[in-house]
């Protein structure tokens, strides 16, 4: 790829990582990292440190999927986390960035151990029906860790996101723009579902209307971007 290109997904990753902190979702320390599949599904860009906050694009390595810096460099705390989203590119073919964070809503459940119930409209547009699901814990960067995702992923890969048992969460998209719209939407269910079990038991949405409901905003997005004649539209 040219370096022009190259420099186009950098920003793309920039310019989520600044999405995500306006976003106010990020634990304290705004720690978290992302990475984004190039073309070619050789080589990807991981965030360099541990944090998302004042990200710059030359704060991002370019490796081989094997884990092999090829540009730029990882702190030694950035290498632990590299398999946990080459992992996620080996077992969904159709994504093309991970996202992973310490959200605390969302990140609640995965300590507790607890799927995400699909029971706000929010997470039915973005994620369908189907619960956020729990890979088991373990050490971070371990293999224990990495099969415990590839494990969740082989048996749910449809998912859009999962939670890292007393960890935290990770999430993944075609792009690093649906990816943090996927982590805002999460981390707002999440904070809704915990807010309405202390008013009773939760309802999760019946199945075919989370399916419908994630269809709307697909079939929506689609009409916004075609004109009166079926062309681009224009602003």
């Given at each position: 790829?040219?370096?022009s290109?190259?420099?186009a997904?950098?920003?793309s ?35 360099a440190?541990s ?13 081989d999927?094997g ?20 992992v ?11 996202i ?44 224990a ?9 082989r ?27 996927i ?33 709307r ?5 689609r009409?916004g ?11």
């Amino acid at each position: 790829m040219a370096a022009s290109e190259i420099m186009a997904y950098r920003q793309s990753m920039v310019a989520s990582a600044e999405a995500l902190v306006r976003s106010g979702i990020l634990s304290a320390s705004q720690h978290g990292n992302m990475s984004v599949l190039l073309p070619g599904e050789s080589e990807l860009l991981l965030t360099a440190g541990s944090g998302l906050g004042s990200l710059r694009t030359d704060e991002l390595a370019r490796l081989d999927r094997g884990g092999r810096v090829l540009e730029g460099r990882l702190a030694p705390t950035a290498h632990e986390i590299i398999h946990m989203h080459t992992v996620v590119y080996e077992h969904l073919p159709h994504v093309r960035a991970v996202i992973h964070t310490h959200q605390p809503y969302a990140s609640a459940f995965a300590v507790a151990s607890r799927p995400i119930e699909c029971v706000a409209e929010v997470m039915a547009r973005w994620m369908g029906a189907e619960p956020v699901p729990v890979a088991k814990y373990g050490p971070r960067g371990s293999d224990a860790a990495v099969e415990n995702i590839a494990a969740v992923l082989r048996e749910h890969p449809t998912c859009k996101a999962l939670l890292l048992e007393h960890h935290g969460v990770l999430v993944f998209g075609e792009d690093a723009e649906q990816t943090t719209r996927i982590a805002v939407a999460l981390e707002e269910a999440a904070q809704l579902a915990l807010l309405a079990n202390t008013l009773g038991p939760l309802r999760p949405l019946p199945a075919d209307a989370a399916v419908s409901s994630q269809q709307r905003r697909v079939d929506f997005e689609r009409i916004g971007g075609l004109g009166a004649d079926g062309g681009q539209a224009r602003a």
